[in-house]
């Protein structure tokens, strides 16, 4: 499976992006596609996560009500709707693919390369 993640920007507190993930190869046996994020000095966590139907999704507290993860799955895309951003979303953002929603970053067996968000106040 290849991901390829895009969108990323230099915008304004309170400002929206939408991220994309582009996604190849066996995505029929890793599904589930997980956004991640890494500010400097943090360690990777879980944003959000999308089941390969798409009926199922998973918020971390930090995002929830602010981030939408929606995906179509006719052109195998992967989007993160960033809403009412704040300078503490700043990260590199990474897609990820698993067999199911995980929050744990372990289970993820694919990653594409990270695209950088930066929320300046």
């Known amino acids: 499976v290849q991901l390829q993640a895009s969108g990323g920007g230099l915008v304004q507190a309170g400002d929206s992006l939408r991220l994309s993930c582009a996604a190849s190869?066996?995505?029929?046996?890793?599904?589930?596609v997980g956004w991640f994020r890494q500010a400097p000095g943090k360690e990777r966590e879980f944003a959000a996560g999308?089941?390969?139907?798409?009926?199922?999704?998973s918020y971390a507290d930090s995002v929830k009500g602010r981030f939408t993860i929606s995906r179509d799955n006719s052109k195998n895309m992967v989007y993160l709707q960033m809403n009412n951003l704040a300078p503490e979303d700043t990260a590199v953002y990474y897609c990820?693919?698993?067999?199911?929603?995980?929050?744990?970053?372990?289970?993820?067996?694919?990653w594409g390369q990270g695209t950088q968000v930066t929320v300046s106040s």
């Open positions: 190869g066996r995505t029929f046996s890793y599904p589930a």
């Open positions: 990820a693919a698993s067999s199911r929603i995980e929050m744990n970053r372990r289970q993820y067996d694919y």
């Open positions: 999308i089941s390969g139907s798409g009926s199922s999704k």
